[in-house]
C-alpha cells in the first residue's frame, strides 16, 4: 500500500541548533512541533509526555546532549564535558523506566569521551552521534516491521495498545510499525485499538496514526479486551515496550500485563515489538522502578475533573508482564521466542544484521 501519510514521517529532527519534536499533547486537534533551543526544554518536553514513548524519549534525550554540546560556551574540552554531564544527569532523571532513554544518553557521553581533540570536535561528535541514533532508530523499525510482518496473515484483525508507533518513534515505530508493513506487503488487516487510560495514547495517536494511513481501526475501552477476545473479534495482540528484560519479563504501558493474561487465556499469539535498544539485559524484575505520575491524570479527563474532590488516585504509568504471557518478541534482529533466558541474549550477540 503507498502513499501512507505515517510511512516517512519524522517526529523528531535537528535543525541549525535546534531540535524540533511533535507535540504529542496537541494530538489528534492539531499537528504541530515544538522548537527546543536549550536541554532543560527537551526535560521538560519528556517530563509532560509532549513527547513519549521509548524510542522517541531516546532519541529526544540525545538531541538534549547536542544542545547542552552546542550551546556550551567552554574553552576547553574538560569544561565542555562538565556541561554534557550536567545535562545528562538532568535528562536521566526525566523518567525512570523506558530503558532508551538511558541507553541514548550512555551512547552519546561515550561518543563525547571518547573525542580527544578540541571543543569544536566535541562538540560536533556530540551532534553526530545524536542524529545517528535518529536515523538508527528508523532504519531498524523498518527492518522489525519487515520480519514482524512474517507472522501476520492476510485478514487478521490486530489489538494494540497504547501507541507504539511513528510518534513514539523517530518513524514508522515498532507494533504499528509491524502492522504497517504487512499492509505495505499487500495483506488486508484491522486494528481494534485500546484508549489506554489515563492518557489516552490509543484513542488520540494511535487511532490517529492509523486513519491518517488508512488502515481501518476500531477504538474500545481498555475493560472491553476480554469480551472482543471472548467474542472471537482479536486474532492477534501486538504491543511494542518501555523495557525487557534478560528472562523476558516485559515492561509496558500500564493495562498490558492485563491483555496478556486474557491473550493466553483465549489462546490468542501475543507479540511484543521492540528494538534492541529496548533490551536492558542487566537489570532483574525487583530493580526496575515503575514511574507513579500524579494522581491528577486518573481524576481527570483531558483536564476535565470525573472523581469527587478528595478523591484519592493511584497512577502507575506502566506493568510487567511475565515471560509466560509473551508468545515472541519481535525484534530488528529476529524473532525472539522461549525459551527467553537463553535465546535473547544469543540473538542479540549476534554481530550483524543477518
Known sequence: MSGMFFSDFRTIYWREGAVYLVDQSKLPHSLEFIKCVSYREVCEAIRTMKVRGAPAIGAAAAYGLALAAHNSGARTRAQLIEDIKKAYEELRST???????FWALERVLRRAMAVKDGVEDVKKAVIEEA???????????K??????????????????????????????????????????GGKRIKVIATETRPKLQGARLTVYELMKDGIPVTLITDNMVGYCMYKGMIDKVIVGADRVLADGHVINKI?????????????IPFYVA?????????????????????????LCVMGLRIAPEGAKAFNPAFDITPPEYVTAIITERGIIRPPYEENIR???SLSAWS
Do not use: M, W
Open 255 to 267: 493495562g498490558t500485563y492485563s491483555i496478556a493474561v486474557l491473550a493466553k487465556t483465549h489462546g
Open 131 to 141: 542524529n545517528k541514533i535518529a536515523e538508527e532508530d528508523v532504519e531498524v523499525n
Open 95 to 101: 523518567r525512570p523506566t523506558a530503558v532508551n532513554l
Open 346 to 348: 544469543r540473538i542479540l
Open 143 to 184: 527492518r522489525l516491521g519487515k520480519i514482524g510482518a512474517q507472522l501476520i496473515d492476510d485478514g487478521d484483525t490486530i489489538l494494540t495498545h497504547c501507541n507504539a508507533g511513528a510518534l513514539a518513534t523517530v518513524g514508522y515505530g515498532t507494533a504499528l510499525g509491524v502492522i504497517r508493513a504487512a499492509v505495505e
Open 274 to 298: 521492540a528494538p534492541f535498544s529496548t533490551f536492558d539485559l542487566d537489570s532483574k524484575v525487583k530493580d526496575v522502578i515503575i514511574e507513579e505520575r500524579k494522581p491528577e491524570e486518573v
